[in-house]
């Protein structure tokens, strides 16, 4: 399965964007996904799980409460939206994708498809 991640750029702190995910090659359903960041020197975090159906969902506790994940199978994509930005929150942002018979998915290295990920810029 192919990953394209898009909606990243500059935004203002307190903005709410979201980011999208498209998948082609394979049908999303099969897959558990998540949306990771990597900011400047630092490792690449899980932000948000999604399992196949939908109906599990994961978030971080760095954005539990303003980050939320959902997805659309029949239209092949994942979306993350993004509420009350912080300048800490300025990362690059990959969508990705594991296959599985189980629920959420947590561990980075688990998941096998990457899309080439989408710079948010949070200005204060």
């Known amino acids: 399965v192919q990953l394209q991640a898009s909606g990243g750029g500059l935004v203002q702190a307190g903005d709410s964007p979201r980011l999208s995910c498209a998948a082609s090659?394979?049908?999303?359903?099969?897959?558990?996904m998540g949306w990771f960041r990597q900011a400047p020197e630092k490792e690449r975090e899980l932000v948000a799980a999604?399992?196949?159906?939908?109906?599990?969902?994961f978030a971080g506790d760095s954005v539990k409460g303003r980050f939320a994940i959902s997805r659309d199978n029949a239209r092949n994509m994942v979306y993350l939206q993004m509420n009350s930005l912080q300048p800490e929150d300025t990362a690059v942002y990959y969508c990705?994708?594991?296959?599985?018979?189980?629920?959420?998915?947590?561990?980075?290295?688990?998941?096998?498809?990457w899309g080439q990920g989408t710079l948010v810029t949070v200005s204060s």
């Open positions: 090659g394979r049908t999303l359903s099969s897959y558990a």
């Open positions: 999604i399992s196949r159906s939908g109906g599990s969902t």
């Open positions: 990705a994708a594991k296959w599985t018979n189980t629920g959420l998915v947590f561990t980075t290295s688990a998941y096998n498809y």
